[in-house]
């Protein structure tokens, strides 16, 4: 078998092929997009593995590539540049790089789900995008009103009807204000619509997969955060050991350990943000909804009110690892710890 590097681009790739006992067989750059990619390979006359590194599409690349190489390995970008330290970087060498790492089973590997999976997690940051612009909107109504002088209703009732309808209503000193208020106003509609339309639609998909039901039996954990983590996960029985899950989302501390001195720093935050920020909210949610988290948080922060963020930290941790293994067992959250029957009588 072959062993093949491809390094990636939307224009123009290089492609490098290696034998079983690592020689050259061929070095040839690609002109074009995936398209142009695969036919190169499809001319090859001999069965070959590929690999190549994750980036934008990588998905999409997978799926043509499953179709014509015997075995595809998608490569984790950041951890190649940790075994990979060279002045000397290029498209040649970098493509040599991966069918090296390749023919010595060498390749720090990435998970990569379905289709259907990739498009739920885009649609779900679709989701965080189009709220956080709503914000913006809401931040800068604010902000304009301020600048003028006009006195709003604090919190959450300046955007109800009556907020709105105040906002409309409103008379500002200059024509070009009220069009900025307008404007402001027309866009905060629309992302209203957009976000509710989303939401319905991520609403279906929760109420058709039992794993966001399951691990939203936990205190705290609403639809969002368990189809995030669902999503995310994908397939709970991929990691080796369940605390591996928090690694993979970046909730774990950094370490530099050497002999007896072991120093504990910031989380990696490797991995998807918008995971680690609903895990957070869920973490603080679960504190006051459930005595056996709140017990957890309490060990953690101790009689110390400046571990308060780490004890919040290490709660998340917690939950994701929980999270994994209902995912895993199919068991549910209990809060309390189960009865022992006593032993019947002779």
């Known amino acids: 078998m072959w062993y093949v590097g491809l390094d990636f681009h939307q224009r123009s790739s290089r492609i490098c092929i290696l034998d079983e006992n690592g020689k050259t067989v061929k070095e040839m750059p690609v002109r074009g997009a995936w398209p142009e990619v695969i036919a190169a390979l499809k001319e090859l006359k001999h069965g070959f593995a590929i690999c190549y590194e994750a980036s934008c599409g990588y998905g999409h690349l997978y799926d043509q590539l499953k179709r014509i ?18 002045k000397k970087k290029n498209d040649r060498v970098d493509a040599k790089k991966l069918a090296m790492l390749l023919l010595m089973d060498q390749v720090p590997q990435v998970h990569v789900p379905s289709v259907e999976v990739r498009s739920w997690r885009s649609f779900i940051e679709f989701r965080h995008r189009e709220v956080a612009k709503r914000t913006r ?33 409103t008379e500002l000193p200059s024509p070009m204000a009220a ?63 369940n605390k591996c899950v928090g690694s993979y989302f970046g909730l774990v501390p950094c370490q530099d350990a050497s002999g007896p001195a072991n120093r504990l720093g910031h989380i990696t935050r490797e991995g998807p943000a918008i995971v680690r920020k609903l895990l957070i909210e869920a973490a603080w949610q679960g504190v006051h909804r459930s005595a056996r988290i ?25 939950l994701v690892r929980v999270m994994q293994a209902m995912l895993r067992t199919g068991e549910a959250w209990w809060d309390e710890e189960p009865a022992v029957p006593e032993p019947e009588a002779a």
């Open 69 to 86: 190489a015997q075995h595809v390995v998608v490569a984790h970008p950041g951890q190649l540049r940790l075994i990979f330290r060279s």
């Open 294 to 318: 709140r017990a957890f948080f309490e060990r953690v922060q101790g009689q110390d009110p400046d571990r308060k963020k780490i004890a919040l930290v290490a709660t998340a941790h917690y």
């Open 137 to 169: 909107v809401k931040n800068s109504l604010r902000s304009l009103m301020r600048g003028h002088g006009v006195l709003l209703p604090a919190g959450k009732r300046l955007w109800t009807r009556a907020g709105l309808a105040l906002l409309r209503e």
């Open 179 to 241: 069009v900025q208020r307008d404007l402001l106003l027309e866009e905060l509609s629309h992302l209203e619509e957009q976000i509710h339309r989303v939401t319905r639609e991520l609403d279906a998909i929760a109420r058709r997969h039992p794993g966001v039901e399951l691990v939203r039996t936990i205190p705290g954990v609403g639809p969002r955060t368990g189809e995030a983590v669902v999503a995310y996960i994908n397939e709970a029985r991929r990691f080796r050991r």
